[in-house]
């Protein structure tokens, strides 16, 4: 299976050359029983999972080793040697996290378990490559590592292109030099910890599932910034396709009397009419001296006509295209991040066209809300992606 089963924390794409606790399939299985419920026995594990009591045994004592489970209170028994109760152990230490955009990146500094623990924001071309790219987001991470204490032992890094089931960047148009190469494999080496990559609106839609708590129910997750992405998290799992492409509405055709043409090849797409660069593309066909999504976002806070109108037709636009996802998926909730979200006339467009175009009952329950973790959304959902890492290999198989 290919999607990220968060309930169980089945992350794939971690880089296995720099894995020196690799676990093998019965660990796994350990792991996610464990997972689901907690305090089992060796041999309540062996039970539940058909595998051999000695089997079970060797499995755990490895997993206890590596502190990736750990026991606890003695269970109830009839008499001799009381079994003793399993868990899997919090993760321990804290991670490298960051997410990767067209012209910047944020860094972060997270513990496993989803805590940011320090951010900075650096400037940085994607186009001159993963090599230095890789190079200069560790130079910015190094100076955040000086400044909080404990371990780092992992590294996880959301980029704007899909990400399939082996971690590799797939054909992403914005990404040109990017695809097929082993990313998390570069980074590991470079920062010398285990390392995992992920779409960034998939790591966003994980970060926002941990921010409410581990129960976001079935949620459309937007992140609308410069581009679009999205991310489909539904019964505690992300889903990520057969390769890697799940929840990208960035190309999905939108109606319009004079269709641009799209970086995919296309014309016509989504990203064309509603994306950051979209908008301002069409300020600077006005004439307008706006020219950043950050000039954009201060000009609609203000009130900005020109703004305000441009960003609500965009919503509008989006919310075409979310009105045909939510009629087939019915959705709880649909979630919107990235540095648009912070417009309320985006909001406000979504709103009026998907109450517009849906089923009176998909929008009747239908939560549509801003993102709860903003711009950090997307580093949280990669620490958890991180701190999981037992069962890493899960997905490729
Ligand atoms: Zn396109």
């Known amino acids: 299976m290919t999607d990220i089963e968060l309930t ?4 794939t794409g971690m880089n296995e050359h720099a894995h020196d606790q690799l676990v093998s399939a ?22 539940s999972t058909s595998m051999p009591r000695s089997t079970v045994s060797a499995a755990v004592r490895h997993l206890l080793e590596s502190r990736v489970v750990e026991e606890f209170e003695c269970a109830d ?3 001799g040697r009381r079994p003793t109760k399993l868990r899997v152990a919090p993760a321990v230490g804290n991670a490298f996290v960051a997410e990767l955009g067209q012209h910047h990146a944020r860094l972060g500094i997270a513990s496993r378990e989803g805590e940011l623990l320090a951010t900075d924001d650096i400037k940085i071309d994607i186009e001159i490559g993963p090599e230095k790219t890789i190079k ?10 000086d400044e909080i204490p404990g371990a780092l032992v992992s590294a996880g890094l959301a980029v704007p292109g899909p990400v399939d089931g082996s971690g590799h960047v797939v054909g992403a148009a914005r990404m ?30 994980i970060g926002e599932w941990n921010c409410r708590g581990r129960h976001l129910d079935s949620c459309i997750y937007v992140k609308a910034g410069t581009g679009i992405g999205a991310g489909w998290v539904s019964g505690g799992v992300a889903y990520r396709g057969s390769r890697g492409l799940a929840g990208d509405i960035t190309h999905l055709r939108v109606q319009t009397d004079n269709p ?28 307008s001296s706006i020219s950043t999504t950050s000039q954009l976002v201060t000009a609609e806070n203000s009130g900005d006509p020109q703004a305000v109108s441009l960003v609500r037709d965009a919503g509008i636009r989006l919310g075409e295209v979310l009105s045909n996802l939510v009629n087939f998926l019915n959705p709880v909730r649909i979630v919107l991040g990235g540095s648009m979200s912070q417009m309320s006339s985006l909001l406000a467009g979504v709103r009026s066209e998907l109450y517009e175009r849906c089923l009176p009952m998909c929008t009747e329950h239908l939560v549509i809300e801003t993102s709860a973790c903003g711009a950090n959304a997307p580093l949280i959902g990669m620490s958890i992606l991180d701190s999981h890492m037992p069962i890493s290999q899960e997905g490729n198989h």
């Open 77 to 79: 028994s009839t008499g």
């Open 26 to 47: 019965p660990e796994q299985r350990v792991v996610k029983v464990l997972r689901k419920t907690p305090g089992l026995t060796r041999a309540e594990i062996a039970e």
């Open 260 to 287: 641009l043409p799209c970086t995919c090849g296309n014309s016509g797409c989504l990203e064309t009419v509603a994306s950051g660069a979209a908008i301002l593309r069409r300020l600077g066909h006005l004439g």
């Open 136 to 145: 200069a987001l560790a130079k910015g991470w190094r100076r955040l590592r």
């Open 176 to 205: 040109p030099g990017w695809s097929g190469k082993d990313i998390a494999g570069m980074l590991a080496q470079e920062l010398a910890v285990p390392s995992v990559i992920e779409n960034d609106a998939r790591a966003a839609a």
């Open 8 to 11: 169980n924390f089945g992350a």
